[in-house]
């Protein structure tokens, strides 16, 4: 009896081989994102605090994410690895430093997991209220973290196929929604939106945190750099394409979401639906439904993409060693890290259901948790603008111009980190998150010394697995040159 063909090509971590399409890799990115979600609950958080800078948040933002993306490919076009971000800076700045890396980018993602299950949890209540329908928010937020569970252990290539689809159907419903918005005031500007009114430096900085949050994940596709085909230039391609598109969408949208409720008696950040009331306010309330429905599955993909992301980052730390060689472990007969996104998705579902169960409203759970992963995000594409300019300087490829993409990233990477801990419109529990978050940056240093304790040369076959990567794709970029593909 023959074997399937997908089950014969399996790499060396044990993961499907040569199995994903480029489409299917910018799927992961773009459901990582979750950008139909952004309008839906994040643009009004960013409201909250930048006000009429909204627009110039997130392009700040689209700004920032477009150079992180510019010295992230450096590394995407030479190696691939489901390790990611973890094993890129710990090639450009050492084994030490790419392990707390990891640490950071797995509590990244489990939290960003964490916030979109809270948001598949509000726009599910909003569902159920047009039928008078009324579920448990815990209920609710198990069914969802359940179900995004099975598609994330059965198989990635479903998994990426059906986060595309979902995303690409709400994109349309919102885009329509924006445009019939811009058409309706007349295509006139609003005035108060480009003179900045109210709005000061102070403000766009904090904003900007929460901006950060609603391009976070759209590095994800480089989590399946052993899964996907011609990995070297579809995972580069993904990440491009996806940080571009999606920031142009995110600083039109939120001008036309500023502008749809300028005169309304209810503000952009106190609305439970924002997308269904700007509907119900112009007259189409048939699209409040539609859009929730687009919400509702966006928020729930981002769940999903997060799952497979950060999953394959703690499974192949497992691997090397980091964690427990258990949770490195591949299922039999999926080929996926059963185990690593057992543990991830179970994880990302309890914080929520815990903080539901003591009461926490769920735009507050959103709020709290995704400012954290936020920070975890900032940090590591900080770490990869550094790292980018060293790998290429030791791999004698380091040019001026990627200087100078590096130090414009961390350059711009630092205002909402600065603006975060010096603000003083941050209220708590806000103000702690940095903290929060710096002291889980201390306990993956003290998890690194136990593990160096335990393993004494641990550090040193972590350098030498990631090494033997970038060698083999080394290896077949040369001999694609020679061969002129």
């Given at each position: 009896?023959?074997?399937?063909v997908n089950e014969e090509k399996v790499s060396k971590s044990g993961l499907r081989s040569d199995y994903l399409t480029k489409l299917e890799v910018l799927g992961q990115s773009v459901a990582n994102i979750?950008?139909?979600a952004t309008p839906a609950l994040v643009i009004p958080?960013?409201?909250?605090t930048a006000g009429n800078g909204t627009w110039l948040a997130y392009l700040f933002a689209t700004v920032a994410i477009a150079l992180v993306a510019a010295n992230l490919n450096q590394f995407t076009r030479r190696s691939a690895s489901p390790g990611s971000l973890y094993a890129y800076v710990a090639k450009g700045l050492g084994t030490d430093v790419g392990v707390i890396a990891g640490w950071a980018l797995i509590l990244a993602y489990t939290l960003t997991a964490s916030a979109v299950l809270s948001g598949f949890v509000n726009y599910a209540n909003v569902l159920f209220g047009y039928g008078g329908i009324s579920l448990p928010p815990i209920l609710i937020a198990i069914v969802g973290a359940a179900a995004a569970w099975f598609l994330a252990y059965k198989d990635i290539k479903l998994s990426t196929k059906i986060m595309l689809?979902?995303?690409?159907?709400?994109?349309?419903?919102i885009i329509v929604l924006a445009v019939f918005v811009i058409i309706t005031n007349g295509f006139s500007f609003d005035f108060g939106q480009f003179s900045l009114e109210g709005v000061s430096i102070t403000s766009i900085g904090t904003g900007l945190v929460l901006a950060f949050f609603s391009f976070t994940g759209f590095e994800s596709a480089s989590a399946l750099g052993d899964e996907a085909k011609n990995p070297l230039k579809s995972i580069p391609r993904a990440i491009t394409t996806s940080a571009l598109f999606v920031g142009i969408f995110f600083v039109v949208l939120s001008y036309s979401e500023v502008l749809g409720f300028s005169g309304s008696s209810t503000t952009l950040d106190a609305a439970a639906a924002p997308l269904s009331d700007i509907a119900s306010k112009y007259g189409i309330e048939f699209f409040g439904p539609l859009i929730s429905i687009g919400a509702l599955i966006s928020f729930w993909a981002c769940f999903l993409a997060c799952t497979n992301s950060g999953a394959r980052i703690f499974f192949t730390m497992s691997q090397h060693?980091?964690?427990?060689?258990f949770i490195g472990n591949t299922h039999v007969k999926n080929k996926t890290p059963h185990i690593a996104i057992t543990i991830t998705a179970t994880i990302a579902a309890i914080i929520p259901i815990i903080l539901i169960g003591t009461g926490a409203g769920l735009f507050e759970i959103y709020g709290w948790v995704g400012t954290i992963a936020t920070y975890g995000f900032i940090t590591l594409y900080t770490l990869?603008?550094?790292a980018a300019?060293?790998?290429?300087?030791?791999e004698k490829e380091l040019k001026i111009k990627n200087v100078v993409l590096s130090v414009a990233s961390v350059l711009i990477l630092f205002i909402p980190i600065v603006g975060s801990i010096y603000s003083n419109s941050l209220a708590a529990p806000y103000?702690?998150?940095?903290?929060i978050f710096l002291g889980w940056l201390v306990l993956g240093v003290l998890w690194l010394l136990f593990r160096k304790f335990q393993t004494p040369d641990v550090s040193t076959e972590v350098s030498k697995r990631i090494e033997k990567v970038h060698v083999r794709y080394r290896d077949i970029r040369a001999k694609e040159e020679s061969e002129g593909i």
């Amino acid at each position: 009896m023959s074997k399937n063909v997908n089950e014969e090509k399996v790499s060396k971590s044990g993961l499907r081989s040569d199995y994903l399409t480029k489409l299917e890799v910018l799927g992961q990115s773009v459901a990582n994102i979750a950008p139909s979600a952004t309008p839906a609950l994040v643009i009004p958080l960013v409201f909250a605090t930048a006000g009429n800078g909204t627009w110039l948040a997130y392009l700040f933002a689209t700004v920032a994410i477009a150079l992180v993306a510019a010295n992230l490919n450096q590394f995407t076009r030479r190696s691939a690895s489901p390790g990611s971000l973890y094993a890129y800076v710990a090639k450009g700045l050492g084994t030490d430093v790419g392990v707390i890396a990891g640490w950071a980018l797995i509590l990244a993602y489990t939290l960003t997991a964490s916030a979109v299950l809270s948001g598949f949890v509000n726009y599910a209540n909003v569902l159920f209220g047009y039928g008078g329908i009324s579920l448990p928010p815990i209920l609710i937020a198990i069914v969802g973290a359940a179900a995004a569970w099975f598609l994330a252990y059965k198989d990635i290539k479903l998994s990426t196929k059906i986060m595309l689809a979902f995303e690409v159907i709400s994109l349309i419903l919102i885009i329509v929604l924006a445009v019939f918005v811009i058409i309706t005031n007349g295509f006139s500007f609003d005035f108060g939106q480009f003179s900045l009114e109210g709005v000061s430096i102070t403000s766009i900085g904090t904003g900007l945190v929460l901006a950060f949050f609603s391009f976070t994940g759209f590095e994800s596709a480089s989590a399946l750099g052993d899964e996907a085909k011609n990995p070297l230039k579809s995972i580069p391609r993904a990440i491009t394409t996806s940080a571009l598109f999606v920031g142009i969408f995110f600083v039109v949208l939120s001008y036309s979401e500023v502008l749809g409720f300028s005169g309304s008696s209810t503000t952009l950040d106190a609305a439970a639906a924002p997308l269904s009331d700007i509907a119900s306010k112009y007259g189409i309330e048939f699209f409040g439904p539609l859009i929730s429905i687009g919400a509702l599955i966006s928020f729930w993909a981002c769940f999903l993409a997060c799952t497979n992301s950060g999953a394959r980052i703690f499974f192949t730390m497992s691997q090397h060693g980091i964690f427990h060689s258990f949770i490195g472990n591949t299922h039999v007969k999926n080929k996926t890290p059963h185990i690593a996104i057992t543990i991830t998705a179970t994880i990302a579902a309890i914080i929520p259901i815990i903080l539901i169960g003591t009461g926490a409203g769920l735009f507050e759970i959103y709020g709290w948790v995704g400012t954290i992963a936020t920070y975890g995000f900032i940090t590591l594409y900080t770490l990869i603008s550094v790292a980018a300019p060293v790998y290429l300087y030791r791999e004698k490829e380091l040019k001026i111009k990627n200087v100078v993409l590096s130090v414009a990233s961390v350059l711009i990477l630092f205002i909402p980190i600065v603006g975060s801990i010096y603000s003083n419109s941050l209220a708590a529990p806000y103000s702690w998150f940095i903290y929060i978050f710096l002291g889980w940056l201390v306990l993956g240093v003290l998890w690194l010394l136990f593990r160096k304790f335990q393993t004494p040369d641990v550090s040193t076959e972590v350098s030498k697995r990631i090494e033997k990567v970038h060698v083999r794709y080394r290896d077949i970029r040369a001999k694609e040159e020679s061969e002129g593909i």
